[in-house]
């Protein structure tokens, strides 16, 4: 009877942990293009998303853009999972 107990709670707990729901994902990005510095605030709303993949989709990244011509841009995303 205690094994059935056990197995049933620890069930249970893993249910609960891979459960999908929805998260948000807050970012400031600051963009710099040659001396030209700004910054702006996107938040992302992730549905039906385990804490695992949501913590993977939001993270800090950089990209860099580079024209055939003009001034490349870099673009710093910093992002906190709520």
Known sequence: MK????????????SFASCKKERTCDCTITSTSGSTTSTTSQTVKFEKVSGGDAK????????VQTPSSG????????????
């Open 56 to 63: 993977q989709m939001c993270q800090k990244r950089t990209e």
């Open 3 to 14: 094994k059935i107990t056990i197995l049933a709670v620890a069930l249970v707990a893993i």
């Open 71 to 82: 001034t490349a841009s870099t673009d710093v995303y910093d992002c906190k999972l709520k």
